[in-house]
């Protein structure tokens, strides 16, 4: 540090003794009392530097004793080694560099400039000139900003006007997209008023799109009233009834209804045959209707009781109903001949057979029936059966679920053969929800393959998957799960479970038996319908977050189908090529458009407008009075800040003022006492502080070498193990009260600390600033813990199935090896900044860490993640999301403590 080898500093001897002597000192300790004497703190005399060395240096009384002691010394010898002061020594004054000019402008006489600035004038005032906007040509909207905001109930009015280019012009403005409440009402000299009242707050809306994500067609109807809908999308048909006697077929390409077929009674029942040619409708006053797509009545025939089922075979040949007076019937379409079937009680449900030949009944009493086609009973198959029959997929055996003993809700999954016969019975594990005995349990809680190869249970806490084919259990995962589709080809499941219900899980159980590498479609809100492309190349999501998201099967976002509300359905073309989605809108979309005497279209305007909920004037009170309270805090929290920002640069102007400028010659003044001891200490203490200022500068240790062993010492976990061979003084005692005589002591094992730590450390690109304080907190781990095992490993970027034991990455170890060697209870400590100090957003990493965290949750109980960058920057970055998946913390020393409290199973949130 000195330029003179032979010349020694009485601080750097001061150090080296103690040192030597036993006190806890670092490099850090010499460094910050340097610092100190910079700032002119303990060059008063020697009891200003003892008190200065002895406030940073000595924690204990012990080490009060030894400082005491070495510093006299040092003194003492000081002293003596210097009998006359030699003159101070300066530093030379360094001169500010003076910035070199990138471009040298050439100096111009004042006519140039006069000519060269005119000239820049006139270029700028011709690029304006040309660049300038350009008035609107008649017609076009003159009228104001429409109203955006409407209340249920509430009129909703807005005049539309647009200017004409000549006085006999005859203008026209029409409604291109409007929601249904609106009207648009012609008034004189070519203005319209859009007159309206929402009764609901939610309309709905059908889209038709291609795969690219553009829209073919769009459909708005009032959400409260739409009773029925079904889909034929071969031709891009969409059917819906509202709360009357009306049904429309209505082609999505185009913007008018097809047809609009008229019934006797509200309409109940509707379904498209096979084919998509034939559409069955059925009314509450007992007439079943076919008809065509062209709006043809075909049929018209006659039941009684409430239609519990309606259903086309996989043919198209057969229409079967099954209602609430107990009978199933069967309508043979080609030659209109009809067979009932009855039963003891109401018919739930009728099942039919691959090649429509055989069905299966299911009604109240709970027996499933197997029927041939032509109404002839097979055999009555088990009793106490639930709302569920199923055909193999060769159509051979016949699927039943029954609950034998209803207390204990054992559930039994059987087959039986075409002619009644029971060929296997399989037992599922007990405790199945009670709404297993529910008629309407199939549609929610059982999900069926396409292929009939598997079939999924979902209980209170369990999915459970079922391979049809084997007649075997093939999974059970221990999950709530609230949604469940499969791939047409039944190799794949999409999953959403109800602690995370704004992700879609992907399954594929042939290759992924545990679930434990499932791939993630999230959201932004919860999901609310899930469904795959024909040829499952593709998965789409609807959720709440107003959109539909179209997947790969990799699980990659490809395109985001926007919506004016919640997405409740998605369905494909069995062709695979379109797509449509049915949302619940509370934004309705309004385009106008004004076209002139040619039917030119001159101008368009297009606006939103949201319809909110009717509140009552207690809650308009409250709401305005949570405005205002709103604004209150906003304004009393920006004067606060501003206050504070003031405060804080008056404080640093102040300590500006009072600190000497880097710049300048330091030389403090010496006591006498000092410049007759040590003349060159001063000029020494200032040349080592500049150079560790010189060496610090870009370091960033938001925690000190000491916080770090202090915090690792609390991770330390004592317990009791071994023979016995401390006195049990509590114990001991209260034998003696309970006894009366000493007789023998009582005695205990150790306390033996068992706390082991697993730090795994991120090592190259990003992470290479922070190979300093990396170094420190494995260094602080391992030699000053304290703990009973403390191992460091290193990783790049994202750990795989291999960990390295040096920091260059070259001695790779298992992952799987290393957990082996820890206990459940130990813990693994993250230090990386997961992608935040480059920003951004890597699905891979993401997949990967995600991986990486479940591999570790199976060996280990306690994982915290330790982030070298501030928290501010983890937003909208890989390091946002992987904080979602994992405690994480940013490297501070509450970070720190947050991190080890988490490893001790004692985590308690803090405040940065």
């Known amino acids: 540090m000195s330029e003179n080898s032979n010349l020694q500093l009485p601080l750097l001897n001061l150090f080296d003794r103690l040192q030597k002597a036993g006190l806890p000192l670092g490099i850090d300790e010499y460094k910050l009392a340097l610092r100190a004497l910079q700032s002119g703190y303990g060059i008063q005399d020697h009891e200003a530097l003892a008190r200065l060395c002895r406030t940073l240096w000595v924690k204990s009384k012990e080490d009060k004793l030894l400082f005491n002691y070495h510093f006299e ?8 080694s210097f009998a006359e002061p030699e003159p101070i020594q300066t530093l030379p004054k360094v001169e500010p560099q003076k910035k070199k000019q990138l471009i040298k402008l050439p100096r111009l006489s004042p006519t140039r400039r006069i000519v060269w600035g005119g000239t820049l004038l006139l270029i700028a005032g011709v690029s304006f000139w040309l660049v300038r906007p350009q008035p609107k040509k008649c017609p076009y909207f003159t009228s104001v900003s429409p109203l955006k905001l409407v209340r249920v109930n509430q009129e909703y009015s807005y005049e539309v006007k647009a200017c004409k280019a000549n006085e006999n012009d005859r203008l026209e403005i029409t409604a291109l997209k409007k929601p249904p409440w609106l009207k648009l009402e012609k008034g004189v000299d070519g203005t319209v008023t859009l007159k309206g009242k929402p009764v609901s707050e939610t309309y709905g809306s059908a889209h038709l799109w291609d795969m690219s994500g553009k829209p073919l067609g769009e459909l708005n109807y009032n959400y409260d009233d739409f009773y029925l809908q079904d889909f034929y999308l071969d031709g891009s048909y969409f059917v819906f009834s509202e709360r009357n006697k009306i049904v429309h077929l209505r082609s999505l390409s185009a913007k008018q209804i097809k047809k609009d077929l008229q019934h006797s009674w509200q309409v109940n029942q509707l379904r498209f045959s096979p084919d998509g040619k034939i559409l069955a409708t059925v009314t509450g006053n007992g007439f079943v209707y076919l008809w065509d797509l062209s709006g043809q009545q075909l049929a018209k025939f006659q039941y009684s009781g409430k239609v519990n089922d309606l259903s086309f075979s996989p043919d198209g040949k057969i229409l079967a109903i099954a209602s609430g007076d107990g009978l199933v019937r069967l309508w043979n379409l080609p030659n209109r001949r009809l067979i009932k079937i009855k039963h003891s009680s109401r018919a739930f449900k009728v099942t039919f057979s691959p090649d429509s030949q055989y069905i299966v009944t299911s009604s109240e009493d709970q027996i499933p029936r197997l029927w041939d086609i032509s109404g002839k009973k097979i055999k009555d198959l088990s009793p106490d059966s639930l709302n569920f029959t199923a055909f193999s997929a060769d159509g051979q055996s016949v699927v039943t679920m029954s609950l034998r003993d209803p207390k204990k809700n054992l559930l039994y999954v059987r087959w039986f053969d075409l002619s009644g016969k029971q060929l296997a019975e399989l037992p599922l594990s007990e405790n199945f929800p009670y709404y297993f005995d529910s008629p309407d349990y ?6 069926l393959s396409s292929d009939r190869h598997w079939m999924v249970l979902l209980g209170e806490e369990k999915l459970i998957l079922l391979d049809l084919q084997n007649r075997k259990k093939f999974q059970e995962l221990p999950y709530r799960v609230t949604k469940v589709k499969f791939r047409p080809d039944g190799q794949m499941i999409a999953i959403v479970f109800s602690d995370n219900e704004r992700t879609v899980n992907l399954w594929s159980p042939s290759q992924d038996t545990f679930g434990k590498q499932m791939r993630l479609l999230r959201h932004q809100d919860n999901i609310q319908d899930v469904s795959f492309s024909p040829d499952g190349r593709f998965v789409v999501t609807g959720s709440s977050d107003r959109t539909a998201r179209i997947w790969d099967i990799s699980g990659k ?16 073309s069995p062709d695979g090529q379109h797509l449509i989605t049915t949302s619940k809108d509370d934004i309705h979309e309004v385009k106008l458009q004004v076209t002139d005497g040619s039917g030119t279209i001159k101008d368009t305007q297009p606006f939103k407008i949201n319809v909110l909920a009717g509140d009552s004037p207690d809650t308009q009170r409250l ?4 405005i205002a309270g709103v604004v209150a805090f906003t304004v009393w929290s920006g004067g606060y800040f501003i206050a504070r920002f003031w405060l804080e640069r008056l404080a640093k102007s102040r300590v500006k003022e009072i600190t000497p400028s880097p710049e300048s010659t330091f030389i403090p003044t010496p006591s006498t006492k000092e410049q007759k001891a040590q003349p060159e200490d001063v000029v020494q203490v200032v040349r080592a502080v500049r150079q560790a200022i010189r060496i610090e500068t870009g370091e960033y240790f938001p925690v000190t070498r000491r916080q770090m062993k202090q915090s690792w010492r609390y991770l330390r976990r004592f317990v009791r193990d071994g023979p016995a061979t401390e006195l049990d003084i509590e114990a001991t005692v209260k034998q003696f009260a309970r006894q009366g005589i000493l007789l023998q002591t009582v005695l205990m094992p150790r306390r033996v600390n068992r706390a082991q730590l697993l730090l795994l450390i991120d090592r190259d690109g990003s992470m290479i600033p922070f190979h300093e304080l990396s170094r420190r907190l494995a260094e602080t781990a391992v030699q000053g813990g304290r703990l009973a095992k ?7 970027n994202c750990s795989d199935k291999y960990i390295y034991q040096d920091p260059s990455c070259c001695e790779a170890k298992l992952l799987a090896d290393i957990l082996a060697n820890y206990s459940y209870s130990a813990g693994v400590l993250i230090f990386s900044d997961a992608g935040a100090a480059r920003g951004g957003w890597n699905q891979e990493r993401i997949d990967l860490t995600q991986q990486f965290l479940q591999q570790l949750k199976q060996r280990v109980r306690y994982i915290a993640w330790l982030n070298p960058m501030p928290k501010s ?9 992987i904080a979602s998946l994992v405690p994480m913390f940013e490297l501070s020393r509450q970070g720190l403590q947050g991190a080890i409290s988490v490893l001790r199973g004692k985590f308690t949130p803090y405040r940065l």
């Open 557 to 572: 976002k490809l395109k985001t189908l926007l919506h004016n509300g919640t997405v409740n359905s998605i369905q494909f």
């Open 790 to 796: 403390a191992d460091v490993y290193y990783f790049h």
């Open 442 to 447: 199939s549609d929610q809680y059982i999900e």
């Open 873 to 881: 920057r983890w937003d909208s970055t890989t390091a946002g999301e």
């Open 73 to 80: 010394q040092v003194m003492d010898e000081e002293s003596q």
């Open 623 to 626: 709401t305005y009075l949570a």
